[in-house]
């Protein structure tokens, strides 16, 4: 029974790094989720305001929005704007998709090993 000791605090160790991971993982994942709908939005949001722009004779000044305040410009500029934060946005999503998958592998690569470790200390038992 002595003998045992060892191998179920070595086990309980392990569970609790993996709980502890597993916890961790699923906030950064949930994060990331949010992100790309906030970012999903911003896209539909940049492509409305685009097709309206695209019913307006050309030759009219909008009022462009940078940080807090509003600047008078052509419309073929608001609408370079608005397709450069289209593709920004896109990209950012394409990073969070990619973090979300390697979070994912590493969350079975984890659950990988910790079963790894149980059924090789069940085998060292027998």
């Not at 392990?14 to 970012?39: G, N, Y």
């Not at 973090?99 to 079963?115: P, Q």
């Amino acid at each position: 029974m002595a003998n045992n000791l060892p191998v179920d605090m070595e086990l309980k160790k392990a569970f609790q790094e993996m709980q502890m991971k597993m916890i961790l993982t699923t906030q950064q994942l949930k994060v990331s989720d949010a992100q790309i709908e906030t970012l999903k939005r911003n896209i539909q949001h940049s492509k409305l305001v685009d097709k309206e722009l695209s019913g307006i004779p050309e030759q009219t000044k909008v009022y462009e929005g940078i940080g807090r305040m509003f600047v008078l410009a052509p419309i073929s500029d608001a609408r370079i704007t608005l397709d450069k934060k289209i593709k920004a946005a896109e990209e950012k999503i394409k990073t969070i998709e990619s973090t979300k998958a390697y979070l994912e592998r590493s969350i079975k690569e984890s659950e990988t090993s910790l079963r790894d470790l149980v059924l090789s200390k069940q085998q060292s038992r027998q």
